[in-house]
């Protein structure tokens, strides 16, 4: 492509500098060779002697004659030129274009009506939708969606029966909105609008709490702050497609049913996805143990009395932060890992190990709970490990930090103390909403959860070819 936005700007560029004569025999020897490519011609070579023989008809300069060729060259790239050649005929800047072909791609599509607008819309994808866009980019954004709608009708109404009913003032968001949507790919994007005008919003103002997705209720509360929006902690617009990520969960597992039956909870892995989360936790603290005592081994920081910490003290210790066993079965030097670790974990060394190991592997540790799940960054690692796990003090304390749930206390563990697999949930809300918006922070989350990914990705396609 880069080669073709050449050949089109040097094009420009030429036609911008000739005299007015020039321009006209430009025009002129572009005009033949429009023609020309009307004629069958197996190679070049021909395509060139046929034109040779119309510049002698017309008695062309060898200025026009080299602007011919250049038109020739062009016709190689067929396609590519004949779209770049119909802009500068259209005229105006690419929003004008784009506008241009919405209001003249009526009824069937041609062929080439199809790959212009594929081209355009390639052109007008680059937004970064953040808290720094500009009008500018809402300009390229509208036009994007204009354009993309008439090609996508089914996709367009179904999102405007979601839109039914919001209030007038979030236009512009419900413009980023679409404009994330559409550009999403894969099966997130064949999820999203298989569902999305069965997804209800119940309040579009809410401001009774935290916004939620309630199934009794059967729809989102939502609201569009800053923090909702642009601003969104764990990305623009994150909330919003988590929100929409629980309805749809809901959805997938007997439709609006009332009662809390989630693909992510009953479905996925025959219902027992929660195991494929706590393996993952678990490995991870498996390995920061392992690290620990290899860093021990190789700077030598083991007291004798003690002994080392041998392959039974290890699993212990991963016990103790998995909530299993309490930290008072550890010996002496068990709790010392004990606590290093938790502490890394915890962030209450920021990255840091205690003693004097200052700069380890664990610097890369950096999800730290006690920093980032107040910045909100990484949302989906301090989530689930803090519904995971069931060691309160590393969780701070009450096994409900809460997430989304205004019964904070029981959120992740009933009254009778057993899990309501809203880590799940979370897990798959987060899930769809870094595909959604295709957050960079989903790559950090897949390394603590590889199968927990893996398991969702593969099971939400089985998902979608058996209900397509
Ligand atoms: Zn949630």
């Not at 609008?193 to 939620?212: E, H, M, T």
């Not at 996805?273 to 392992?290: M, R």
């Not at 920093?371 to 003090?393: C, F, H, L, P």
Request: proline letters at 1%; a negative charge.
């Amino acid at each position: 492509m880069a080669t073709i936005k050449a050949n089109y700007d040097a094009m420009q560029q030429t036609s911008n500098e000739l005299s007015n004569e020039s321009k006209r025999i430009f025009r002129l020897a572009l005009d033949i060779e429009r023609i020309m490519t009307k004629i069958p011609m197996k190679c070049t070579s021909q395509s060139l002697a046929k034109l040779k023989m119309a510049r002698q008809c017309i008695g062309l300069t060898t200025v026009s004659a080299k602007l011919m060729k250049f038109a020739v060259n062009l016709e190689e790239i067929k396609n590519s030129y004949k779209d770049a050649d119909h802009r500068v005929l259209v005229g105006g800047d690419i929003e004008a274009y784009a506008k241009y072909l919405v209001d003249n791609a009526n009824g069937e599509l041609s062929e080439d009506d199809v790959r212009r607008i594929k081209n355009t819309l390639d052109e007008l994808d680059d937004v970064t939708i953040n808290k720094d866009i500009t009008e500018e980019d809402r300009e390229k954004i509208r036009a994007f969606n204009d354009l993309y709608e008439k090609t996508h009708p089914e996709e367009a109404k179904k999102l405007k029966d979601f839109f039914d009913g919001a209030p007038d003032n979030i236009k512009d968001h419900i413009d980023c909105i679409k404009y994330i949507a559409y550009n999403s790919e894969g099966d997130a994007h064949d999820l999203f609008f298989k569902y999305i005008d069965q997804c209800k919003v119940v309040d579009w103002n809410y401001s009774g709490g935290i916004v939620n997705y309630n199934c009794q209720l059967k729809g989102i509360r939502i609201n569009f702050n800053d923090d909702n929006t642009l601003n969104d902690k764990v990305g623009p617009y994150n909330t919003f497609f988590h929100e929409v990520g629980h309805n749809i969960d809901d959805l997938m597992s007997n439709g609006y049913d009332g009662k809390g039956d989630y693909f992510s909870r009953n479905i996925l892995a025959n219902g027992k996805f929660h195991d494929v989360l706590y393996k993952d936790v678990e490995n991870n603290f498996k390995e920061a143990v392992l690290d620990y005592s290899k860093y021990e081994a190789t700077f030598g920081f083991y007291n004798d009395d003690f002994g080392r910490i041998d392959s039974k003290g290890q699993q212990k210790i991963v016990d103790v932060l998995m909530g299993r066993k309490d930290s008072s079965t550890l010996n002496y030097r068990e709790f010392y890992a004990y606590n290093n670790i938790y502490e890394d974990y915890t962030g209450y060394k920021k990255g840091y190990i205690s003693g004097d190991f200052t700069k380890s592997k664990y610097d890369e540790r950096i999800f730290q709970w006690g920093d980032e799940y107040g910045n909100g960054d990484r949302a989906q690692i301090t989530d689930i490990y803090v519904g995971t796990v069931e060691n309160n003090s590393l969780v701070g304390g009450g096994h409900g930090i809460y997430v989304d749930s205004t019964d904070q206390k029981y959120y992740w563990h009933d009254v009778n103390g057993n899990p309501t697999y809203k880590q799940n949930s979370e897990f798959f809300a987060e899930y769809f909403a870094y595909k959604m918006t295709k957050d960079p922070d989903m790559e950090t989350a897949k390394n603590y959860f590889p199968e927990a990914y893996k398991t969702m990705d593969d099971g939400i396609n089985k998902f979608l070819r058996e209900h397509n």
